[in-house]
């Protein structure tokens, strides 16, 4: 197992040393943009392993999903590190990746036992072959209805432009009642950085059953475009074995545009599954 793993902090995975978490600091050249005009990102709900079986052999099929995608950004949820023994999900990812990443993870909620004592975290997590300039962690709104704590993860990302992209992980309540306010904060805060970005990408399990409940995320001539819709190519995500919800999506607004979208391929079976979650893959290119 890798162990835990710092969080709050930039950090490079050394693939040749492997449990090597190194701190960045100052190091803006560390990773370069290799694939000329377009970036990719992804979003993987890595089904954490506590609710959901068989972790040593989806971790496994989850790196070769991700080496496969060649994505310069992904963005990770449902990342679970036991307190206890030390077990971290995105640790033992790394080490079945097998090349270097710039990283970052926070936990967003904490699990204790019956004498009170955190014996499991759980949080969101950004890895990237690209320099990253900075991350934020921003605390959304509370849900009667969940009692688990949602956050956001903002990364800078260089991708090739004067201005950085911010690229944004997020893991919404289930609450329908309160999706739409999650998104209102999350869209409140991203609208104060907007003009000083290349363009923004949001993607994750947004847990989001109706449509209508975008509205506001989506409203206004800066208002956030659903990928799958602009391209025609809506598929839905959950469950992996049978989908029948899209609750993983891809959100963009700025000077970027979508050249492809694609969605994994559905289990065969849910014995044989990667995540209760298909992953999301999109292309983009910057506007001239």
């Known amino acids: 197992m890798g162990g835990s793993m710092p969080q709050n902090s930039i950090l490079k995975y050394d693939s040749s040393e492997q449990t090597a978490y190194i701190p960045v600091v100052g190091q803006e050249d560390e990773f370069k943009h290799d694939r000329r005009g377009t970036f990719r990102v992804m979003s993987v709900n890595l089904a954490n392993y506590d609710d959901h079986p068989r972790w040593d052999y ?23 590190e036991d307190t206890i023994i030390k077990k971290n999900a995105l640790c033992d990812l790394l080490e079945h990746l097998r090349s270097d990443y710039l990283l ?40 009667p209805g969940d009692r688990n704590e949602r956050i956001a993860v903002i990364a800078a990302v260089d991708v090739g432009d004067e201005e950085p992209l911010e690229f944004v992980s997020v893991h919404l309540t289930y609450d329908q009642n309160n999706s739409m306010g999650q998104l209102r904060d999350l869209r409140e805060r991203l609208d104060q950085t907007f003009e000083g970005s290349v363009g923004q990408i949001v993607v994750g399990d947004f847990n989001i059953h109706g449509e209508w409940l975008y509205r506001d995320f989506m409203a206004g001539d800066n208002g956030f475009r659903d990928t799958a819709k602009v391209l025609d190519k809506v598929q839905p995500t959950h469950p992996s074995w049978e989908p029948k919800d899209r609750l993983d999506r891809v959100f963009y607004r700025g000077r970027i545009e979508p050249v492809e979208i694609t969605v994994q391929e559905p289990c065969s079976s849910k014995e044989d599954m990667h995540s209760d979650h298909l992953y999301v893959v999109s292309e983009f290119k910057i506007k001239e």
């Open 104 to 143: 970052y993870w926070n936990k967003a909620m904490e699990y204790e036992n019956f004498l009170n004592v955190t014996t499991c975290i759980e949080g969101q997590g950004i890895i990237s072959r690209l320099t990253v300039k900075r991350v934020e962690t921003v605390q959304l709104g509370s849900s």
């Open 58 to 80: 989806r971790r496994e099929r989850i790196a070769d999903n991700i080496t496969c995608s060649r994505a310069d950004v992904i963005a990770l949820q449902e990342i679970r």
